[in-house]
Protein backbone atom coordinates (compact mmCIF):
# COMPACT_ATOMS: atom_id res chain seq x y z
CA UNK A 1 0.00 0.00 0.00
CA UNK A 2 1.24 3.83 -0.98
CA UNK A 3 2.01 5.92 1.97
CA UNK A 4 -0.60 8.85 2.04
CA UNK A 5 -0.86 12.05 3.44
CA UNK A 6 -3.48 13.99 4.62
CA UNK A 7 -4.53 17.13 6.89
CA UNK A 8 -5.08 16.28 10.37
CA UNK A 9 -8.42 16.57 12.51
CA UNK A 10 -8.74 19.29 14.44
CA UNK A 11 -8.63 17.93 17.69
CA UNK A 12 -4.93 17.47 16.67
CA UNK A 13 -4.53 21.16 16.47
CA UNK A 14 -6.47 22.03 19.25
CA UNK A 15 -3.77 19.35 21.50
CA UNK A 16 -1.28 21.12 20.21
CA UNK A 17 -2.48 25.24 20.85
CA UNK A 18 -3.27 24.13 24.24
CA UNK A 19 0.16 22.28 24.72
CA UNK A 20 1.82 25.81 23.14
CA UNK A 21 -0.35 27.63 25.38
CA UNK A 22 0.48 25.73 28.48
CA UNK A 23 4.14 24.58 28.37
CA UNK A 24 6.02 26.45 25.19
CA UNK A 25 4.94 30.13 24.86
CA UNK A 26 8.26 29.99 22.63
CA UNK A 27 6.64 29.28 20.07
CA UNK A 28 3.32 31.09 19.61
CA UNK A 29 5.23 33.31 17.00
CA UNK A 30 6.05 29.54 14.82
CA UNK A 31 3.89 28.90 12.12
CA UNK A 32 3.24 25.42 12.36
CA UNK A 33 1.67 22.62 10.30
CA UNK A 34 0.51 19.25 10.99
CA UNK A 35 -0.26 16.43 8.46
CA UNK A 36 -0.95 12.49 8.86
CA UNK A 37 1.58 10.01 7.38
CA UNK A 38 -1.06 6.72 6.54
CA UNK A 39 1.67 4.36 8.29
CA UNK A 40 4.15 4.82 10.60
CA UNK A 41 7.83 4.85 9.31
CA UNK A 42 10.67 2.34 10.49
CA UNK A 43 14.00 4.16 11.08
CA UNK A 44 17.21 2.22 12.95
CA UNK A 45 14.38 -0.64 13.54
CA UNK A 46 12.30 1.16 15.57
CA UNK A 47 8.41 2.57 15.04
CA UNK A 48 8.82 6.49 14.21
CA UNK A 49 5.81 8.19 15.81
CA UNK A 50 6.06 11.23 14.46
CA UNK A 51 8.81 13.43 13.10
CA UNK A 52 9.41 17.29 12.92
CA UNK A 53 11.33 19.48 10.33
CA UNK A 54 11.80 22.72 9.53
CA UNK A 55 10.05 23.84 6.09
CA UNK A 56 12.98 24.11 3.48
CA UNK A 57 12.59 26.74 0.60
CA UNK A 58 12.32 23.82 -1.33
CA UNK A 59 9.32 22.59 -0.27
CA UNK A 60 7.46 26.03 0.45
CA UNK A 61 6.21 26.57 -2.87
CA UNK A 62 3.86 23.36 -2.37
CA UNK A 63 2.50 24.79 0.94
CA UNK A 64 -0.61 26.69 0.91
CA UNK A 65 0.59 28.26 4.04
CA UNK A 66 3.85 29.74 5.07
CA UNK A 67 5.08 27.23 7.40
CA UNK A 68 7.82 27.63 9.63
CA UNK A 69 7.82 23.70 10.82
CA UNK A 70 5.97 21.12 9.66
CA UNK A 71 5.04 17.76 11.76
CA UNK A 72 4.30 14.69 10.83
CA UNK A 73 2.40 12.06 12.70
CA UNK A 74 1.85 8.05 11.99
CA UNK A 75 -2.02 8.44 12.05
CA UNK A 76 -2.18 4.16 12.17
CA UNK A 77 -0.44 4.47 15.28
CA UNK A 78 -1.80 7.83 16.51
CA UNK A 79 -6.04 5.88 16.28
CA UNK A 80 -4.51 3.21 18.62
CA UNK A 81 -3.04 5.87 21.42
CA UNK A 82 -5.83 6.98 24.16
CA UNK A 83 -5.72 11.09 24.31
CA UNK A 84 -3.35 11.27 27.07
CA UNK A 85 -0.34 9.25 24.93
CA UNK A 86 -1.55 11.56 21.88
CA UNK A 87 -0.97 14.55 23.79
CA UNK A 88 2.28 12.93 24.85
CA UNK A 89 3.07 12.56 21.41
CA UNK A 90 2.29 16.25 20.34
CA UNK A 91 4.14 17.33 23.19
CA UNK A 92 7.29 15.14 22.37
CA UNK A 93 7.15 16.78 19.07
CA UNK A 94 6.76 20.45 19.92
CA UNK A 95 10.16 19.90 22.05
CA UNK A 96 12.20 19.63 19.30
CA UNK A 97 11.19 23.47 17.97
CA UNK A 98 13.46 25.66 19.17
CA UNK A 99 14.37 29.57 17.70
CA UNK A 100 17.84 30.19 16.41
CA UNK A 101 19.06 33.05 18.19
CA UNK A 102 21.89 33.49 15.45
CA UNK A 103 19.53 33.37 12.34
CA UNK A 104 16.26 34.48 14.17
CA UNK A 105 14.57 31.60 12.51
CA UNK A 106 12.93 28.10 13.59
CA UNK A 107 14.35 24.86 13.66
CA UNK A 108 14.73 21.57 15.36
CA UNK A 109 16.73 20.01 18.14
CA UNK A 110 17.61 16.72 18.96
CA UNK A 111 16.72 14.39 21.54
CA UNK A 112 18.07 15.50 25.57
CA UNK A 113 19.25 11.72 25.47
CA UNK A 114 20.50 9.03 22.94
CA UNK A 115 21.29 6.10 24.81
CA UNK A 116 21.50 2.16 24.77
CA UNK A 117 19.31 0.15 27.46
CA UNK A 118 22.36 -2.34 27.49
CA UNK A 119 24.41 0.60 28.81
CA UNK A 120 22.18 2.04 31.29
CA UNK A 121 21.94 -1.74 32.89
CA UNK A 122 25.29 -1.78 32.87
CA UNK A 123 26.44 1.47 33.90
CA UNK A 124 23.72 3.19 35.19
CA UNK A 125 22.83 6.42 35.10
CA UNK A 126 26.52 7.41 33.64
CA UNK A 127 25.89 10.63 32.31
CA UNK A 128 24.60 14.28 33.44
CA UNK A 129 22.01 14.11 30.59
CA UNK A 130 21.07 10.61 31.75
CA UNK A 131 21.11 11.82 35.16
CA UNK A 132 18.81 14.71 34.28
CA UNK A 133 16.44 11.95 32.75
CA UNK A 134 16.60 9.60 35.79
CA UNK A 135 15.74 12.61 37.93
CA UNK A 136 12.38 13.41 35.71
CA UNK A 137 11.74 10.08 35.35
CA UNK A 138 11.42 9.66 38.89
CA UNK A 139 8.96 12.36 39.42
CA UNK A 140 6.96 11.48 35.93
CA UNK A 141 3.37 9.88 36.12
CA UNK A 142 3.54 6.55 34.38
CA UNK A 143 0.75 6.54 31.29
CA UNK A 144 -0.35 2.91 30.94
CA UNK A 145 1.11 1.24 28.37
CA UNK A 146 -1.61 -0.79 25.91
CA UNK A 147 1.15 -4.06 25.58
CA UNK A 148 2.13 -4.06 29.22
CA UNK A 149 -0.62 -5.86 31.28
CA UNK A 150 1.60 -7.12 34.26
CA UNK A 151 4.78 -5.99 35.88
CA UNK A 152 6.92 -7.93 38.14
CA UNK A 153 9.22 -6.74 40.65
CA UNK A 154 12.07 -8.57 42.71
CA UNK A 155 13.00 -7.32 45.70
CA UNK A 156 14.71 -8.93 49.09
CA UNK A 157 14.12 -12.21 47.57
CA UNK A 158 10.20 -11.32 47.49
CA UNK A 159 8.33 -11.35 43.95
CA UNK A 160 5.30 -9.00 43.22
CA UNK A 161 3.64 -8.84 40.65
CA UNK A 162 1.20 -5.83 39.29
CA UNK A 163 -1.33 -5.96 36.76
CA UNK A 164 -3.38 -2.55 36.22
CA UNK A 165 -5.79 -3.07 38.67
CA UNK A 166 -3.99 -4.24 41.42
CA UNK A 167 -1.59 -0.56 40.54
CA UNK A 168 -4.63 1.47 40.69
CA UNK A 169 -5.28 0.04 43.70
CA UNK A 170 -1.79 0.34 45.70
CA UNK A 171 -1.72 3.87 44.30
CA UNK A 172 -5.40 4.84 46.32
CA UNK A 173 -4.00 3.22 49.44
CA UNK A 174 -0.88 5.08 48.87
CA UNK A 175 -2.57 8.57 48.44
CA UNK A 176 -4.63 7.81 51.64
CA UNK A 177 -7.62 7.02 49.94
Not at 61 to 84: K, R, T, W
Not at 92 to 114: F, P, R, S, Y
Not at 119 to 126: D, K
Request: glycine share 6%; charged share 25%.
Amino acid sequence: MAIEYKEVPHEVLAIAQELIDQYHEQLKECKIGFVFRSEASISGGKMVLGTTGKVTEKIKPLLSDELDILIVLAEDQYALMNSLRRKALIDHELCHIVNNLNTGGWTTKAHDINEFKEIVERYGLWSYDLMNIGEAVAKAYQLEMPAITEVTFEHKGQVVTLNAESRRKLEKTLEGG
